[in-house]
């Protein structure tokens, strides 16, 4: 079965790091592009990072540029978000998606249970 | 760049249709053929209904089609079935290597 399963959420204090993960089973992760999707509470969904099944391409929000970092491990089957100075507005539950075959950011065929992360003093 | 424009709220009875738009402008929704619908169901994850404009992943029922007209696309679903209420987010390649998502429609079926 076609999986992701995203780890790492908690609280944290305004200006904070937190490192988030998400670990694919049932496909073969090196061949897609994954993303980082995230939607705060009781709103809509919101793009946050993409990253190339070979990591030669990754792109950011404007609202994330310069404080996330995603990564990814072919080998562990394993993506992450290094997420720092983080603000009460990135609150929300954060998503893992894969992109669809041919893709990279444009639509995602398959999401995580999500993991929440609040940002709050 | 500005999240694309949903209506806040559609509905239907039960066998109807219904379309729900999805407004941006000719740097997003009208530049690319980039448009995709998803559903999400209250506490759930969002699911792909469709992609590229008008197509549909395997799974996904044959009641749901997408389409586009200039600056605008849409989302029709056909013979509305109880299952199908739930919110509804567009989302479009908007360049530059960005990607915006709608505000979101809550699909009511009466």
């Known amino acids: 079965e076609v999986q992701l399963a995203e780890s790492g959420g908690g609280l944290v204090k305004p200006g904070g790091s937190l490192r988030l993960s998400c670990v694919a089973s049932?496909?073969?992760?090196?061949?897609?592009?994954m993303n980082w999707v995230r939607q705060a509470p009781g709103k809509g969904l919101e793009w946050v990072s993409s990253?190339?099944?070979?990591?030669?391409?990754?792109y950011y929000a404007d609202s994330v540029k310069g404080r996330f970092t995603i990564s990814r491990d072919n080998a562990q089957n394993s993506l992450h978000l290094q997420m720092n100075t983080l603000r009460a507005e990135d609150t929300a539950v954060y998503y893992c998606?894969?992109?669809?075959?041919?893709?990279?950011?444009?639509?995602?065929?398959?999401w995580g249970q999500g993991t929440m992360v609040t940002v709050s003093s | 760049q500005s999240a694309l424009t949903q209506p806040p709220s559609a509905s239907g009875s039960p066998g109807q249709s219904v379309t729900i738009s999805c407004t941006g402008t000719?740097?997003?929704?009208?530049?690319?053929?980039?448009v995709s619908w998803y559903q999400q169901h209250p506490g759930k994850v969002p699911k792909l209904m469709i992609y590229e404009v008008s197509k549909r992943p395997s799974g996904v029922p044959d009641r749901f089609s997408g389409s586009k007209s200039g600056n605008t696309a849409s989302l029709t679903v056909s013979g509305l079935q109880a299952e199908d209420e739930a919110d509804y987010f567009c989302s479009s390649y908007a360049g530059s290597n960005n990607l915006l998502f709608g505000g979101g429609t809550k699909l009511t079926v009466l």
């Open positions: 998606a894969r992109c669809v075959v041919g893709g990279t950011m444009h639509a995602f065929d398959v």
């Open positions: 990253i190339s099944s070979g990591s030669t391409y990754i």
């Open positions: 000719s740097s997003d929704v009208g530049g690319y053929n980039y």
């Open positions: 049932g496909f073969t992760f090196s061949s897609y592009s």
